[in-house]
């Protein structure tokens, strides 16, 4: 298991998930970012 010795070693590690449908669609690759991830669980949209 993977862990961070603390939330402020885990800031900029929010893992990305390939949108397979949308990619395709596109033609372009098209990320998600997994905000349920966050270690504050913080989900505010930032442009």
């Known amino acids: ?14 893992p990305l998930i390939k949108l ?12 998600g970012k997994a905000e349920f991830l966050n270690p504050g669980q913080s989900v505010k949209d930032r442009a």
Do not use: D, P
């Not at 298991?1 to 929010?14: C, D, Q």
């Not at 397979?20 to 990320?31: D, P, W």
């Open 1 to 14: 298991m993977h862990f961070y010795e603390s939330a402020l070693s885990a800031i900029g590690s929010t």
């Open 20 to 31: 397979k449908r949308a990619s395709e669609e596109t033609g372009c690759n098209i990320l």
